[in-house]
């Protein structure tokens, strides 16, 4: 593993423990020749996943586009950092397990939403005030009023 301070290839793990419910390896690492320290996490990965935008563009799965994008949502909301993990983690295990390994963004964001409306209403109004592009007050009002009548 690269050393991120220095580049040095060489670095030795000095801790290594199961994290995320062992659906994860957290390593600590040392850089002899600069001495710092970091963490780096190992996960399994089903398959590989494939994006495909509204435009036709097909991108790689970035599991650190979704874990921000959830992240944003609950900002400031009563939930730990293990528990956004856990979220983030489960959408992608559902998301490797569908049919096809070439998924539309849609689908990715309805899986966002479906998830974040079962853990926390205010984070699931902010990522769909983002997902839905909702550019008025009365998006907003529309959409509360829809969530009110489920």
Request: glycine letters at 6%; a positive charge; hydrophobic letters at 35%.
């Amino acid at each position: 593993m690269r050393c991120p301070f220095c580049g040095n290839e060489e670095t030795q793990v000095k801790d290594s423990r199961p994290a995320e419910d062992g659906l994860a390896i957290r390593r600590r690492r040392f850089c002899q020749p600069c001495g710092n320290r970091f963490t780096t996490f190992e996960r399994v990965q089903l398959r590989d996943l494939t994006i495909v935008k509204t435009d036709g563009r097909r991108v790689p799965f970035d599991r650190d586009k979704l874990s921000r994008s959830i992240r944003i949502a609950m900002r400031k909301r009563p939930f730990d950092e293990d528990r956004i993990e856990r979220i983030v983690n489960g959408i992608q295990r559902r998301l490797e397990t569908e049919t096809e390994a070439e998924i539309p963004s849609r689908r990715v964001g309805e899986i966002v939403m479906d998830t974040l409306k079962g853990v926390d209403q205010v984070a699931y109004v902010r990522f769909a005030s983002v997902y839905q592009n909702f550019s008025e007050a009365r998006d907003f009002q529309a959409f509360l009023g829809a969530l009110d009548k489920s």
